[in-house]
């Protein structure tokens, strides 16, 4: 990779970014765009956090986020346009299989049906308070959907969100745009890496306490101390929240104030595990990028984007409370196996082989794949984004009411925090941004 790096951190500089995720690597940009000095505090020896693309049997992976979800307003398909890079239509509507065999047009009919009604209910449920599941959506499901509850109940749920209808509120969920979603050639993980060429970045520095007591931000790292005038942290949410310095976490000298800590417990670290595989003589001979629901619990299912990339690798994708359940990449790994066997024969799985699975939620710097904000906990996102101490501004996918729990809700947090930290060091009142 081709990318900066600054070893060690300098002592000083205007601006302080912890973590060089999609959120750290825009507020860097943004920031030096308009001449000030900055540097991405990095923990792990590499950029794009939970972003990540890697090179398995010749083809491009993410091991992280795939999906370039509302592309009319994610920056990084504006990005990936200036660079050239092509973009294809990633597929709106899963295929679904019942048992081992394909729906037939009537099923796949009232499926789709079916899923619209659980939209529409979640969209009417979450406009009004901030108080209900979003699996009140599903005690509403008029008698032709009902067949098809758990499946609805695990594609809108763990496979969508990472948790259970039961653990995500309506107005969290229905606040989420869910327009056209897009895939990048070469991988998202890629894209997310290549904005950062150039980027003043030290990595494999762990910023382990915000000294804030004073005019500066003083952070101290496993590299030295570093003083800023302001500090824009992007580390994710379930870390700040946990604040456990046995496990190394950030503190924070004085604490961060009770409403920012309130709502950093307030959203809930959401589960979202890959496990990739090459089944060349499989009965998945999907046409490419095609989305699989399989008929089953809703609470022990798994989803499946198949040939993607037009390929002949698939992600077997695990979601929710199952994830934490299974424990560990090896055994989703064998879960995926053992239901795949159980679907469609011993013998149709001979041949498959798992060429990765991921452990983003047992990995200490993300400690989650995204997170969810339970019922009554939907505010907690516009809290975190409030200016802290006029020098700290919070950032990524979880301070986006709109985009959580995409690179695309963490890339315009990013620019967000940097206008606001510009406006901040130009002396502009809180609220106020340099555009
Ligand atoms: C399996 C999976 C699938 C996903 N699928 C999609 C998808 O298809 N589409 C989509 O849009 N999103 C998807 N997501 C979510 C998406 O990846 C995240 O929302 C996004 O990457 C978050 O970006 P961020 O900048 O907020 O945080 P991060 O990318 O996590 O960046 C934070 C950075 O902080 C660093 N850090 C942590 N602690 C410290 C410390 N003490 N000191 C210094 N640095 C530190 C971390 O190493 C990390 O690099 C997926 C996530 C997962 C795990």
Redesign the pocket.
């Known amino acids: 990779m081709r990318r900066a790096r600054v070893a060690p951190p300098p002592r000083a500089a205007d601006v302080a970014i912890?973590?060089?995720?999609?959120?750290?690597?825009t507020a860097a940009r943004r920031l030096l765009a308009l001449g000030l000095s900055v540097v991405l505090?990095?923990?792990?020896d590499?950029?794009?956090?939970?972003?990540l693309t890697a090179r398995l049997a010749g083809q491009a992976v993410?091991?992280?986020?795939?999906?370039?979800?509302a592309a009319d307003d994610?920056g990084?398909v504006r990005e990936a346009r200036r660079l050239g890079l092509p973009l294809f239509d990633a597929p709106q509507e899963p295929r679904l299989i019942l048992g081992a065999r394909g729906a037939d047009a009537l099923e796949t009919r009232a499926f789709h049906e079916a899923w619209a009604e659980v939209d529409d209910a979640i969209a009417e449920i979450g406009a009004g308070r901030d108080l209900a599941p979003a699996s009140a959506a599903l005690d509403r499901l008029g008698p032709r959907a009902q067949p098809w509850r758990a499946v609805l109940a695990f594609a809108h749920g763990p496979f969508a969100c990472?948790a259970s209808l039961d653990a995500i509120g309506a107005a969290d969920f229905a606040a989420a745009r869910d327009d056209l979603?897009l895939f990048v050639a070469g991988g998202?993980g890629a894209l997310?890496a290549r904005l950062a060429d150039g980027l003043p970045v030290a990595l494999a520095?762990?910023?382990?306490r915000i000294d804030w007591s004073g005019r500066e931000v003083r952070v101290e790292?496993d590299s030295g101390t570093l003083a800023a005038r302001a500090l824009v942290v992007?580390?994710?949410v379930p870390?700040l929240a946990r604040g456990d310095t046995a496990r190394?976490?950030?503190v924070f000298d004085p604490p961060l104030p009770a409403p920012t800590r309130d709502a950093l417990a307030a959203l809930r670290p959401a589960s979202?595990?890959?496990v990739v595989l090459a089944w060349p003589g499989g009965p998945l001979r999907e046409a490419a990028n095609t989305t699989v629901a399989f008929d089953g619990d809703a609470e022990a299912n798994l989803g499946l984007l198949a040939n993607f990339d037009g390929g002949v690798l698939h992600y077997a994708?695990l979601g929710g409370a199952l994830v934490g359940r299974l424990g560990s990449p090896q055994a989703r790994a064998g879960f995926v196996r053992e239901s795949l066997g159980a679907r469609f024969g011993r013998d149709a799985v001979a041949d498959l082989r798992v060429l990765h699975a991921?452990g983003?939620?047992e990995?200490?710097?993300?400690a989650?794949?995204?997170t969810i904000a339970p019922p009554g906990a939907h505010g907690a996102r516009a809290v975190l984004r409030d200016p802290i101490g006029g020098r700290i501004l919070l950032?990524?996918?979880?301070?986006s009411s709109t985009?959580?729990?995409?690179?695309?809700?963490?890339?315009a947090?990013?620019e967000r925090a940097a206008r606001e930290v510009a406006g901040m060091l130009a002396g502009m009142p809180a609220g106020e941004t340099v555009c």
């Open positions: 912890l973590g060089a995720g999609a959120a750290g690597i505090i990095e923990a792990r590499r950029v794009g956090g939970r972003a993410d091991l992280g986020a795939h999906w370039l979800h994610n990084l990472g979603d998202y997310v520095t762990r910023a382990t790292t992007t580390v994710p870390i190394g976490d950030i979202y595990e890959h994708d991921s983003w939620g990995d200490p710097l993300s989650c794949a995204w950032a990524g996918e979880a301070t985009l959580w729990g995409t690179i695309g809700g963490a890339w947090e990013g």
